[in-house]
């Protein structure tokens, strides 16, 4: 569940641009696509209700928690606990290998190592063969998919997607949607996607435009 | 990587300097500690010392056996030994004196028996290893304290009945044999002489004139009361023609003068120290820096920033401890080298021994530095903008 109202961002050097998010009320296990040109403030948004940036104005409420009333160290945790965060562009502890980055991500999120689980994901992802490989010496598309696995391992109740297609070509692209809708369904978790990829349009029906 | 290989030379620097200065002085302390004063020839008193006492310089000159025996004849004297010496064999001392000595430095034999006749020697332990020598081998003495093989005196060979236990002191490393040997290894000496200038035989002559001029290098003397020491030497300087000598007194001189070269070196390895404490500093916001993403990364996984703290001081920790370890143990193979050297040349060799009270301190000193660097480090985490960095790559 997620739910903002009357949500308002101010960034220290622009003082005088204050972004005016509408508000969104999304019910448990509701996807949404959040579209608009670059500049309007997706990723802003995004990273507001992964409680990264605090608002100016208004609340956020996901899961019951309202996340701008929470300390510092509480939003850490309820951030590990309960976001899956997918980046435009992959991160990873660069000196461990695939299959250690995702248990980290596990342990950070103080949930229970799911063997299974990742297991599953990892063949799901067409990722078993490169399970020890260091990230770095992944594909770009390989490295996409694994930035998924690392925002779904510890079944968040939200997922955040920020342009997850946008590097990719039409077969991926494609490939990668239909992932994050399947690993949705699983977490039985909300799917947030910002993009202006015209390709992502078609295959969901929730839109917001800012 | 620069930061512990700095953080090692300093500490191995530091670590050498303070365990060649505590060994050095213990060295010394056991080897002067038997005795309280020297009576040798006039010259330098510090001369007299290092070359009775520790063996390590040339004598003064000789005095005579009768005239040093009736000074010392007084009720405030414990015990007095004459020592005598003018011989090598391979570079090692030959040292002409009495049992008394022996028992000073409290050593006794490994195998085998005392000298009893002229010509008889105990070795050191140290002597035997150095040159494979067993009981009952036989040497021959070359003239003077450093190796030669022009004046070899060839009558006499010298017969090895003992081998000394291990005392740690220098008696490891000298040949010990009694006075009449000495003597009359030179008295032989100057018999040739004699007959070459004089075709005559005198030798009953000699004899005499020799019993009546026996001739020591010093008289070593340990006094009931430290305060005869004083009284003695006074006397000895001002009224005779021989001069007398304090031990301690002339090594904390020396000490005092190797001091400076100590400090020179101590102050080297404080400053690279300094270095090597920055260096950490810099590596460490380094880190920070370049791993920024990565920070974020664990920020945005749920790790909260004392989590991540806690990574810079553990890295910080682990760097400073590495270093120091990995700079102790240079150090003390280090001092394994030049033991090696020192043995050879003074007899004198380091052991490894434990770290110390000083050098657990400068541990602290440098785990306190990292922690004071990670600290600072620290204090930029609070500041990271984790949307910032994950959006702006």
Known sequence: MIRTTSLRFTYQNTKNHTFCFPDIDLPPEKDILILGPSGVGKTTLLHLLAGLLPPKTGDIFIANSCLNKLTRSQLDYFRGQHI??????????????????????????????????????????????????????????????????????????????DEPTSNLDDSNCIKVISLLKREAQICKSNLVIITHDQRVKSHFNNHIIL | MLSILLLMLSISLATFVLQIRNQLDQHLESNIKPFDMVIG?????????????????????????EEAMRIAKNPMVKEMIPVSYGDNYKGIRILGTTNKYLNTYEASLQEGSLFE??????????VAKKLDL????????????AENVLETHNENPFIITGILKPTNTIIDHLIITNLESVWEVHEHDNEHHHHEEEHVDEHSDHKDEYEKEREITSLLVKFRNPLGALQMSRFINDETTMQAALPKFEIERLMGFLGVGFQTINGISVAILLVAGLSIFINLIKTVRERKQELALLLTYGVNTFQLIKLVFLEALFLSLLG??????????????????????????????????????????????????????????????????????
């Not at chain 2, 006749?117 to 140290?126: A, D, L, Q, R, T």
Request: proline fraction near 2%; include cysteine; glycine fraction near 6%.
């Open chain 2, 134 to 145: 067993q009981i009952g081998d036989t040497f021959i003495s070359s003239h003077g304290l």
């Open chain 2, 41 to 65: 020839a006039k010259g330098s008193s510090l001369q007299l010392i290092l070359s009775s006492v520790l063996h390590i310089d040339n004598p003064t000159g000789n005095i005579s056996l």
């Open chain 2, 117 to 126: 006749k002229p010509f008889e020697v105990v070795i050191g332990s140290g």
């Open chain 1, 84 to 161: 899956g965060l997918i980046f435009q562009k992959a991160y990873f502890i660069k000196s461990l290998t695939l299959l250690e980055n995702l248990t980290l991500r596990e342990r950070c999120s103080k949930k229970k190592s799911d063997r299974y689980r990742k297991e599953e994901l990892i063949m799901h992802l067409g990722l078993s063969d490169l399970q020890n490989k260091k990230v770095y010496q992944l594909s770009e598309g390989q490295q996409q998919r694994l930035s998924i696995a690392l925002g779904v391992i510890h079944k968040p109740k939200v997922i955040l997607a």
């Open chain 2, 324 to 393: 120091s370890i990995a700079g102790w143990f240079l150090g003390r193979i280090s001092i394994w080298f030049f033991s090696i050297f020192t043995e050879d040349l003074y007899g004198y060799h380091f052991v490894f021994s434990l770290p110390t009270n000083k050098e657990l301190l400068i541990l602290i000193l440098v785990i306190l530095t990292t922690l004071l660097a990670a600290i600072l480090v620290s204090l930029s985490l609070f500041k990271l903008n984790v949307s910032k960095t994950i959006s702006h790559a």
